[in-house]
């Protein structure tokens, strides 16, 4: 089965607010995280990624946290905006494998 | 433009035949990707190729062939042993170099009629 999964498969969001899409794997040896964003009909495109070796990683809006004691990941939206709208899926690298792995998604709906 | 691309876009097959998926990239990467996602569902992992002439089963392979015989393309058989072939079919390509994130095709929506 997949390592990595999804506490919530559909999330909703005043516009404006802040959105945290949570994550969690399973796989101790992933060394590697991705979020990706996909709307609807498209392939998914990369939003950040982050190394294991780090806590903590910013972007435009967007903040990646990784907990590697209880295997947890996160990605926090600041201000969502109806853009934001889309499936968003974590994935990990599994460096032994060298594949890369999705979980099943979440899908922000943002409310006006 | 620097880019992954897979066609077509819509593709429709008669129960028994076999159909093939284009995927080609210019990104100059080694590792190719195949996914399957059905509605509401993730990305599940067909095959991959880390590199020219090898590729490996991923978590789904049965009833799915693909060759890589040029780094820019991996294409993607749907045989008529694949029991449910309806699906949305994504390509992707990344780096040989571990920890670097993969680039998705705009994929291949295959309908079984």
């Known amino acids: 089965g997949e390592s990595v999964g999804l506490h919530l498969p559909t999330l909703s969001v005043q516009e404006g607010d802040n959105s945290i899409i949570n994550c969690a794997y399973s796989?101790?040896?992933?060394?590697?995280f991705i979020w990706y964003k996909q709307e609807s009909g498209k392939g998914p495109q990369f939003i950040i990624d982050?190394?294991?070796?780090?806590d903590k990683r910013q972007g435009q809006r967007v903040t990646v946290l990784l907990n590697k004691t209880v295997k947890h990941l996160s990605l926090q939206i600041a201000a969502t905006q109806p853009g934001d709208s889309a499936v968003y899926f974590c994935?990990?690298?599994?460096?032994?494998?060298?594949?890369?792995?999705f979980g099943k998604g979440t899908r922000l709906h943002i409310l006006p | 433009d620097g880019g992954i691309t897979q066609s077509p876009k819509y593709l429709f097959r008669k129960e028994g035949q076999n159909v093939t998926l284009s995927c080609e990239q210019n990104?100059?990467?080694?590792?190719m990707y195949w996914y399957r996602q059905d509605p509401g569902q993730g990305l599940r992992l067909i095959y991959y190729?880390?590199?020219?002439?090898?590729?490996q089963k991923g978590d789904i392979a049965e009833g799915y062939s693909v060759s890589r015989e040029k780094k820019e393309s991996f294409p993607l058989t749907v045989t008529s042993a694949q029991k449910n072939p309806t699906a949305f079919y994504l390509c992707?390509?990344?780096?040989?170099?571990?920890?670097?994130?993969?680039?998705f095709g705009q994929g291949t929506r295959l309908t079984v009629v």
């Open positions: 990104l100059n990467h080694d590792a």
């Open positions: 796989n101790s040896a992933s060394d590697y």
């Open positions: 982050i190394r294991s070796n780090m």
């Open positions: 992707a390509s990344s780096a040989w170099d571990r920890n670097t994130e993969a680039f």
């Open positions: 190729s880390q590199i020219v002439n090898d590729f």
């Open positions: 994935a990990e690298n599994i460096s032994q494998d060298d594949k890369i792995i």
